[in-house]
């Protein structure tokens, strides 16, 4: 029978210089009793001190909970994650050079866990050309981290990165029920992300997993097919309250379609208001639909504007003609957003982290369609740092560099812009403080001269123009009606593209009220 503690004691199994790894994707499956207590402790007592925390996506609420209950000087020494969006109290200390940390590609961490359990090398294309490569920043956030981790090898003639092992010595994760030898389930979460490969790597590196769970049952009352860590591979165990162990964090203590245990009717997803996020869905999704060749297309949406496209899609009554995927597991149904980003209504199946990752790595999706938050002269993009903002590249390295085409999209420019929607036109109330297509970006998240190589079709989807990647850099194909081409495009970026011959105006069904009719 394994131990069963309360959270308070799980803490002390801490010790000072512990690497860490913390299981959850946004207010996906975080084991928050572990992490709070976690802190508590360090506030009563200073202690543990200088952590290593390790961690595939951000976990939180942009506010307290989550990551950011670790997020202490002292603490914490060092932190290596693939997104730190929903931690803003780690990209404060990040910021403010408090402590080290790396940032690398979400996939390649959920595959290291991996290669780390099997004590084998994680070699991979994964990070070429961007900030990740060594010839750039190697993956280091600040000043303070000075210590080359990421190393470029040739192999056959052919570049690939080498990144470290990450032994970990104290899993913090969760499930939704165990048994009293730890065996355990997930049937009521809406991921199984990568848990059990971070608690692979504990054990195989010789350290211990601790398992929140929302009930304990007697040996044999659970499913064997179902059980998803057996219980040699847990040392403790913590039964979690209510509030600690919701469904999805500060939204959702439990919904059965968002496991898989029961179907929502289509009408529980709201339209979208016409706005410039809607037009910008819509045309994604308009450019989505084109592809299938008689088939489901797969993809894969990013977090922010692209999550619209589900419900562009579900509006629509056409989601049956896409597959949509979400990087934290889902495949099927409509992927949600904001705190519930990585969760997925009516979902037809639900993967690991890992195992998803395979796929987007391998070449498997057929379209992606990501954020646009910086647009260089030359097609690069940045989503992952802005200045003192440090929210990290996620999974959009691994995406980005395979899916068969990519749509980048966002709003023209940021800070304060305001549209009208209105009978098939657009027209700019308001324009936005910060322009996004800049000479060149802060940080490349995205490298349009791997894709170029690659050739790899790449569009730039904004409320009042497209653009698709050329030799040459981004080259103006669409523009919105009600638009003015010198003063509200080419007035509002720093570099001058070039400009199609056959320039078009985009769809009007996209600024029009009620369904655009892609049925």
């Known amino acids: 029978m394994k131990p069963i503690l309360t959270p308070a004691g799980a803490a002390e199994l801490i010790a000072d210089g512990d690497a860490v790894g913390v299981g959850g994707f946004a207010g996906c499956m975080h084991p928050e009793a572990l992490t709070s207590a976690l802190e508590a402790r360090f506030l009563a007592e200073g202690r543990p001190r200088d952590l290593t925390l390790i961690f595939c996506a951000a976990q939180g609420d942009a506010g307290e909970r989550g990551l950011n209950r670790l997020a202490h000087e002292g603490l914490l020494k060092r932190v290596v994650g693939g997104h730190f969006g929903l931690a803003p109290k780690l990209q404060r200390l990040m910021a403010n050079n408090q402590i080290e940390a790396y940032n690398f590609p979400q996939g390649v961490i959920t595959h290291i866990l991996r290669d780390t359990a099997a004590h084998r090398p994680t070699l991979t294309h994964v990070g070429l050309g961007t900030f990740a490569d060594p010839r750039a920043e190697g993956g280091k956030v600040n000043a303070r981290t000075t210590e080359d981790l990421i190393r470029l090898v040739t192999l ?28 355990a389930t997930f049937e009521q979460e809406a991921v199984a992300l990568e848990t059990r490969a971070i608690c692979q790597a504990a054990k195989n590196s010789g350290g211990i997993v601790i398992l929140q769970v929302k009930e304990i049952v007697p040996r044999g009352a659970l499913n064997p097919r179902l059980t998803q860590i057996p219980g040699y591979y847990v040392d403790a165990l913590v039964v979690a309250e209510p509030e600690h162990h919701e469904q999805i964090m500060g939204r959702t203590l439990y919904d059965p379609a968002l496991s898989g245990e029961a179907r929502a ?255």
């Open 156 to 183: 056959d003639g052919r570049e690939y990165l080498h990144y470290p092992a990450l032994p970990i010595r104290a899993a913090l994760v969760r499930a939704t029920c165990a048994d009293t030898e730890g065996n």
């Open 265 to 519: 009717e289509p009408e529980a997803l709201a339209p979208m208001p016409l706005d410039a996020r809607k037009v910008i869905a819509r045309r994604c999704a308009l450019e989505l639909l084109k592809g299938g060749a008689g088939r489901p297309l797969v993809s894969n949406l990013g977090i922010g504007i692209p999550e619209g496209v589900a419900a562009v899609a579900a509006e629509e009554g056409v989601s049956e003609r896409l597959i949509l995927t979400v990087e934290s597991g889902p495949n099927g149904g409509v992927p949600l957003g904001g705190a519930a980003f990585g969760a997925a209504m009516n979902p037809d199946c639900i993967l690991d982290s890992p195992s998803q990752f395979d796929f987007y790595i391998g070449g498997g999706l057929d379209a992606a369609v990501l954020g646009l938050a910086q647009a260089g002269a030359g097609g690069d993009i940045n989503v992952s740092r802005f200045g003192t903002r440090l929210p990290g590249c996620g999974g959009f390295i691994d995406i980005s560099q395979n899916a068969g085409a990519v749509i980048f999209c966002g709003t023209f420019t940021a800070g304060g812009l305001e549209v009208r929607v209105a009978d098939g036109r657009l027209a700019v109330a308001r324009e936005g403080a910060a322009r996004k297509f800049v000479r060149a970006v802060e940080q490349v998240t995205f490298s349009a001269a791997y894709a170029r190589k690659r050739g790899q079709p790449v569009l730039y989807v904004t409320e009042r123009a497209v653009f698709r990647l050329t030799e040459d850099g981004p080259e103006l194909t669409e523009i919105a009606p009600g638009i003015d081409l010198e003063r509200d495009v080419l007035g509002q970026m720093e570099f001058r593209p070039r400009v199609a011959d056959a320039l078009r105006e985009m769809d009007a069904r996209l600024f029009s009220a009620g369904r655009m009719g892609l049925d």
